[in-house]
């Protein structure tokens, strides 16, 4: 498709935002449709339940903004395609939840890095450019960290909707 004109005259950018449908992603994504001339690439996979508000045709940005869910490790080609459409690409892809971390120590590093070295390799290939950062270090610390009942979930679990206090770094 063709690029818009933007009000001011420059073309608008194609951003990518992989991790989409997480905390950062979603606010991220609001704040630029509602913002900006920019098109949007939004690729996450799982569901899109933080973004819902965002999709559908009846929006005023519908034309500006597409959603795909996908797993950017067995969707390569997919991501790569997706990559080549875009001007930026912000990878916020991560295990998000620091109760995850002591749990699946080795998934937490592969999110955060090893899974997104195709994305950061397609960045390269196209010349694209590519912010990418990892999510999970700026929730911090859950309330069992700091000596409460681990056995409470509410003291275990980090959910930025749910948790009742979120301080200090991971």
């Known amino acids: ?13 194609t951003l990518c935002i992989v991790g989409v449908a997480g905390f950062i992603g979603s606010h991220l ?6 913002e900006r001339d920019w098109s949007v690439i939004g690729i996450d996979m799982v569901s899109p339940a933080k973004i819902q508000q965002l999709l559908g045709a009846d929006k005023k940005w519908s ?3 597409e959603f795909h869910q996908l797993n950017i490790v067995t969707s390569g080609l997919e991501l790569k ?4 459409k875009s001007d930026v690409v912000i990878n916020l892809a991560a295990i998000c939840n620091p109760s995850e971390y002591i749990k ?16 950061i390799t397609y960045c390269v290939e ?3 450019h590519l912010i990418h950062f990892s999510t999970c270090e ?27 206090m979120i301080m200090g770094p991971v």
């Open 126 to 128: 196209l010349k694209k």
């Open 29 to 34: 994504l609001e704040k630029v449709l509602r």
């Open 138 to 164: 700026v929730y911090g610390r859950t309330l069992a960290s700091y000596g409460l009942d681990a056995k409470d979930d509410k003291n275990v679990i980090l959910d930025e909707e749910t948790t009742p």
């Open 104 to 119: 699946q120590p080795v998934n937490t590093i592969n999110s955060n890095f090893t899974d997104a070295q195709d994305c």
């Open 1 to 13: 498709r063709a690029p818009m004109a933007s009000t001011n005259g420059t073309t608008p950018k």
């Open 63 to 65: 034309g500006r903004f």
């Open 81 to 84: 395609n997706l990559i080549a």
